[in-house]
């Protein structure tokens, strides 16, 4: 069975978004190169380092599934029903949309919390890799003990206020082994193992 790998773009303060859920300039390392990168969506193509791009491709095959909030599902609308990465998602909610554009997408709306949205994630993605996405949901998943790596593309921007990576995080210290660290164009990218 694959690992819960929680990923995302980070500012050098900690933040993955601004207080109005804009990523400003942490997206930028994704068009700042000449490699092509498409992670799964044929419509979503990248231009990265080629550095990055060795990166992304190691990581994003070995996703299977992605868990995922409401809060990002409603930003992003679903990626118009297409996975960013992986196969399906499964999206932790207290209710269901009722008018989403997009009922054969491969999406499912966990309502019995975020344990049950890992579990049946990690049943779905087999030998690969489930996804969780920074914020909030992160935090949760962090103080149960539900992840095991965590992917830090670290950005050389400050933010000083908006979205945490880790949320509201009150969980216990959680250790981690030192970092696997690649540089590449305005972005760094880090994968710490967490220590059980």
Do not use: C
């Amino acid at each position: 069975m694959g690992k819960v790998i929680a990923s995302a773009t980070v500012s050098l303060d900690g933040f993955i978004a601004d207080e109005s859920d804009q990523v400003g300039p942490l997206f930028d390392w994704y068009n700042n190169g000449e490699v092509p990168f498409n992670g799964g969506d044929p419509e979503r193509v990248f231009h990265v380092s080629a550095t990055s791009a060795a990166y992304l491709q190691e990581t994003w095959s070995r996703i299977g599934t992605a868990v995922i909030g409401r809060r990002l599902f409603d930003i992003t609308n679903g990626w118009n029903g297409r996975p960013a990465a992986g196969e399906a998602v499964f999206v932790v909610t207290h209710e269901p949309p009722t008018s989403w554009p997009f009922p054969e997408a491969p999406f499912t709306f966990v309502t019995d919390g975020l344990a049950s949205a890992i579990t049946q994630a990690k049943a779905a993605a087999g030998d690969k890799d489930v996804s969780l996405t920074g914020g909030n949901l992160l935090g949760q998943a962090l103080a149960a003990g539900l992840v095991d790596e965590l992917q830090v593309n670290l950005v050389p921007v400050v933010f000083g206020k908006g979205v945490r990576f880790f949320g509201a995080y009150d969980g216990p210290p959680a250790l981690l082994d030192d970092p696997q660290i690649v540089q590449a164009g305005r972005v760094t990218h880090m994968r710490y193992r967490v220590r059980r």
